[in-house]
């Protein structure tokens, strides 16, 4: 099949940085971009039925293009705007406030399956997001409660039909989603122990899809697909005299691989670390040897489900399920020579 586009964007920016005092600054932006593009895609149709071509099963009923183009203008144009306030209570401790109104569009690619397609809006989000910050010379840290709202979402996934096996892409607008969540992140270093910092982070969010509708299925209140409600996040890195070692690990929280929450996810812990050592020589040149271990705990877990299947599919009414999962524990060693 043939498929031509031609996009052509333009956009315009201004901000400013606005102090009150010491203790108070306010950051502000706004953004204006205006898209035109034009496209034209070649419609397809079953050939190579009945072995007309071979009796190699690729070359059965495969889709080709049939001469017949759709030819389309696609204009849009939206406004983005962010502002941001920071306020120094102490020398150590910050009240922060920040809010963004964006935009995103239409897909063009997505725009090219051939399907009727009527107008469509813009998908356009709201963050909101707020907290206090401290630091010092050995502990810092940040306490944030955050928002944010996602609407007109626009969607073309690729979807199997699980009857004939056909992929079709069929773009919709089919909703929206909103997220409130906290957080809390904290670092420190070691006074006892000269180069050693330790990290956490740890998040709480509750997400749901908000007037949520594809085809006849409504999952509205359903939680936003491979997206969990808890994460946590813990590190440590050592550095003295060219040595340094570093372990991570991450939790991620049960998951749903579909809008309709039938394939759940079950969380799991990735544990990252490596060691290396850096000698250093005459005119800042340096030689570094290093280890890295990726899952080092060889841990099993699905990262994400099968995209391509239909909404609301069970997972047991079929051969096998595609998801993608965490590859497993995997060495890699460097050495670097910097000149």
């Known amino acids: 099949m043939n498929n031509y586009i031609t996009s052509n964007k333009i956009a315009g920016y201004v901000g400013d940085e606005i102090s009150f005092g010491e203790a108070l600054r ?16 070649e419609s397809s149709e079953p050939t190579g039925e009945d072995g007309e071509f ?21 204009y849009s144009d939206d406004l983005a705007a962010s502002v941001g306030v920071n ?11 920040v809010g963004s109104r964006g935009y995103f569009f239409p897909e063009l690619v997505s725009l090219t399956s051939g399907a009727e397609i009527g107008d469509l809006e813009n998908e356009k989000f709201l963050q909101v997001e707020g907290g206090v910050k401290a630091g010092s010379p050995t502990i810092s840290g940040t306490l944030a409660l955050y928002y944010t709202e996602l609407n007109d979402r626009f969607a073309a996934d690729p979807r199997v039909d699980p009857e004939t096996g056909v992929v079709t892409t069929v773009p919709a607008q089919i909703g929206g989603s909103q997220t409130f969540g906290v957080e809390a992140t904290a670092a420190y270093l070691v006074p006892a122990i000269d180069g050693l910092r330790l990290d956490a982070m740890v998040t709480f969010q509750d997400h749901q899809y908000t007037d949520y509708t594809s085809g006849d299925n409504d999952f509205t209140g359903n939680w936003i697909r491979r997206q969990p409600k808890v994460m946590l996040r813990g590190a440590a890195q050592y550095e003295q005299e060219g040595f340094d070692l570093r372990v991570n690990a991450k939790y991620t ?52 489900g099968d995209p391509r299947l239909p909404p609301g599919t069970s997972i047991e009414d079929q051969p ?3 998801a993608r999962p965490i590859l497993p524990r995997r060495v890699v060693a460097k050495l670097t020579y910097n000149l």
């Open 87 to 97: 306020y120094g209570l102490t020398d150590v401790l910050n009240l922060y406030a």
């Open 320 to 322: 096998f399920f595609n």
């Open 253 to 304: 929280g049960k998951r749903f691989a579909d809008e309709a929450n039938f394939q759940e996810l079950d969380p799991y812990t990735v544990v990252n670390a490596g060691a290396g050592y850096t000698a250093s020589f005459a005119e800042g040149q340096s030689l570094r040897f290093g280890v890295h271990v990726f899952n080092a705990l060889d841990s099993r877990g699905l990262t994400e």
């Open 26 to 41: 306010v950051d502000v932006g706004v953004r204006y971009e205006i898209r035109r593009a034009e496209w034209t895609v």
């Open 54 to 74: 071979g009796e190699a099963l690729a070359l059965q009923g495969f889709q080709w293009g049939n001469g017949d183009f759709t030819r389309r203008d696609v």
